[in-house]
């Protein structure tokens, strides 16, 4: 059996954590969908940017765009959707063989509107028309002030992928959202097939308590909060609410499993294709193809493997009785930002690429204010520009 079929018989969609015009051009996607079952990808601003800087291949794109005075931040956008526009074309018979289940592509609106619902709304709008594919979603983040974003977005009709989700609460919270949507859509006679995933971050439970916990407990809590998402998932879908909306032609909000790379080097690649079940969909990253795809035709997930809700209950009371860190200690050992998870012993060029530029500079100092439901964090760097150090202040706005 290849290795197509097997994932498809898992009802698995492995998606492409990154895209630029290299893979494009060398038919490196192609080969990707190809042979190696990709039916999916997604936009990250931090690595398209790099892929810009380091390659020649944008350069003539550029100086035509800065002739048509084109810059900054549209200039940028502007080769985002060349490039993804590209993908969604080729990922475009999947799409259409599936009647939409697969063959995405995924673009963030930018963290600048997620403050302003209406912004964030005829933003998402603005990019999903100036694309003109079908298999496009926007990526909004499922924070408080992004969800009513994706219950307005949904009614417009513009699929939505919800990014920013570490819970089952936090996915609850989406799919709340999502479904508003959806009901608002059949209640003005809209047709409710507007598709939309919820992308829940996992790696980050477990590098987040590393240290913290007994070696038993080790990368253990990445998987059962997804599990217990998994669950909260297959309970709503049995929902009469859900049936409802169903019956009406709505289509199911799916999970994605995100930060699926195994960051301890003394762990097994495939530690997360435990997580591989019917109808989920997981990032992979380029130089680990192979990685997410063992992990799932090796690991697939059952719900009886393991008791997940013993093991958050463990990890839990770890952490309150202060094994290694007290939970009343200031100090943190991470940062969950857009574009990822920032520790202790990250460069501060790293630190840039995924939380952004800092809100205030002091020498060593760099402070985030990442919300105002959120902790502000100061990361310390030593002479080398490494962090040695996060402080997390409760008391931030």
Same mark, same amino acid.
């Given at each position: 059996?290849?290795?197509?079929?097997?994932?498809?018989?898992?009802?698995?969609?492995?998606?492409?954590?990154?895209?630029?015009?290299?893979?494009? +051009?060398? *038919?490196?996607?192609?080969?990707?969908?190809?042979?190696?079952?990709?039916?999916?990808?997604?936009?990250?601003?931090? %690595?398209?940017?790099?892929?810009?800087?380091?390659?020649?291949?944008?350069?003539?794109?550029?100086?035509?765009?800065?002739?048509?005075?084109?810059?900054?931040?549209?200039?940028? &956008?502007?080769?985002?959707?060349?490039?993804?526009?590209?993908?969604?074309?080729?990922?475009?018979?999947?799409?259409?063989?599936?009647?939409?289940?697969?063959?995405?592509?995924?673009?963030?609106?930018?963290?600048?509107?997620?403050? *302003?619902?209406?912004?964030?709304?005829?933003?998402?709008? *603005?990019?999903?028309?100036?694309?003109?594919?079908?298999?496009?979603?926007?990526?909004?983040?499922?924070?408080?002030?992004?969800?009513?974003?994706?219950?307005?977005?949904?009614?417009?009709?513009?699929?939505? +992928?919800?990014? &920013?989700?570490?819970?089952?609460?936090?996915?609850?919270?989406?799919?709340?959202?999502?479904?508003?949507?959806?009901?608002?859509?059949?209640?003005?006679?809209?047709?409710?097939?507007?598709?939309?995933?919820?992308?829940?971050?996992?790696?980050?439970?477990?590098?987040?308590?590393?240290?913290?916990?007994?070696?038993?407990?080790?990368?253990?809590?990445?998987?059962?909060?997804?599990?217990?998402?998994?669950?909260?998932?297959?309970?709503? &879908?049995?929902?009469?609410?859900?049936?409802?909306?169903? +019956?009406?032609?709505?289509?199911?909000?799916?999970?994605?499993?995100?930060?699926?790379?195994?960051?301890?080097?003394?762990?097994?690649?495939?530690?997360?294709?435990? &997580?591989?079940?019917?109808?989920?969909?997981?990032?992979?990253?380029?130089?680990?193809?192979?990685?997410?795809?063992?992990?799932?035709?090796?690991?697939?997930?059952?719900?009886?493997?393991?008791?997940?809700?013993?093991?958050?209950?463990?990890?839990?009371?770890? %952490?309150?009785?202060?094994?290694?860190?007290?939970?009343?200690?200031?100090?943190?050992?991470?940062?969950?930002?857009? +574009?990822?998870?920032?520790?202790?012993?990250?460069?501060?060029?790293?630190?840039?690429?995924?939380?952004?530029?800092? *809100?205030?500079?002091?020498?060593?100092?760099?402070?985030?204010?990442?919300?105002?439901?959120?902790?502000?964090?100061?990361?310390?760097?030593?002479?080398?520009?490494?962090?040695?150090?996060?402080?997390?202040?409760?008391?931030?706005?």
């Amino acid at each position: 059996m290849n290795t197509r079929k097997k994932l498809h018989e898992l009802g698995q969609s492995l998606w492409l954590d990154h895209i630029t015009r290299d893979l494009l +051009n060398k *038919d490196v996607l192609m080969h990707l969908i190809e042979e190696w079952s990709i039916t999916g990808l997604t936009f990250k601003p931090a %690595l398209f940017r790099d892929a810009i800087k380091n390659s020649v291949v944008y350069d003539a794109a550029i100086r035509k765009k800065l002739k048509e005075s084109k810059s900054g931040e549209e200039l940028f &956008l502007e080769i985002a959707l060349e490039d993804l526009g590209h993908a969604a074309d080729l990922l475009r018979p999947i799409f259409d063989q599936t009647d939409g289940a697969h063959g995405w592509v995924s673009l963030e609106v930018s963290p600048r509107l997620t403050q *302003d619902t209406d912004s964030a709304v005829n933003a998402v709008k *603005d990019l999903y028309g100036r694309a003109r594919r079908p298999n496009l979603f926007i990526k909004i983040p499922g924070t408080r002030e992004g969800l009513p974003a994706v219950e307005k977005a949904i009614f417009a009709g513009v699929p939505i +992928n919800v990014t &920013l989700l570490f819970s089952c609460e936090h996915y609850l919270a989406a799919a709340e959202a999502y479904l508003r949507g959806i009901e608002r859509r059949i209640a003005a006679g809209l047709k409710p097939n507007v598709w939309s995933v919820a992308s829940l971050h996992v790696g980050c439970w477990d590098v987040a308590v590393k240290g913290r916990v007994p070696d038993v407990l080790h990368n253990q809590l990445g998987i059962a909060m997804a599990k217990r998402t998994y669950k909260a998932c297959r309970e709503l &879908l049995r929902s009469p609410r859900w049936e409802s909306a169903r +019956n009406a032609g709505a289509r199911p909000q799916r999970l994605m499993w995100v930060g699926t790379e195994t960051r301890d080097p003394e762990t097994s690649d495939v530690l997360y294709g435990a &997580l591989c079940q019917r109808d989920r969909r997981v990032f992979s990253p380029l130089r680990r193809q192979n990685v997410g795809i063992d992990g799932c035709l090796n690991g697939g997930m059952t719900m009886k493997n393991r008791n997940f809700g013993f093991v958050l209950a463990l990890v839990l009371l770890a %952490l309150s009785m202060g094994h290694s860190t007290s939970l009343a200690s200031d100090d943190a050992t991470s940062i969950m930002c857009d +574009n990822g998870v920032v520790q202790t012993g990250d460069f501060f060029q790293t630190v840039q690429d995924k939380c952004g530029e800092p *809100d205030k500079k002091e020498g060593k100092f760099w402070r985030y204010n990442l919300g105002p439901s959120e902790p502000v964090y100061t990361v310390e760097f030593d002479e080398n520009g490494k962090v040695v150090r996060i402080v997390e202040d409760q008391g931030g706005s």
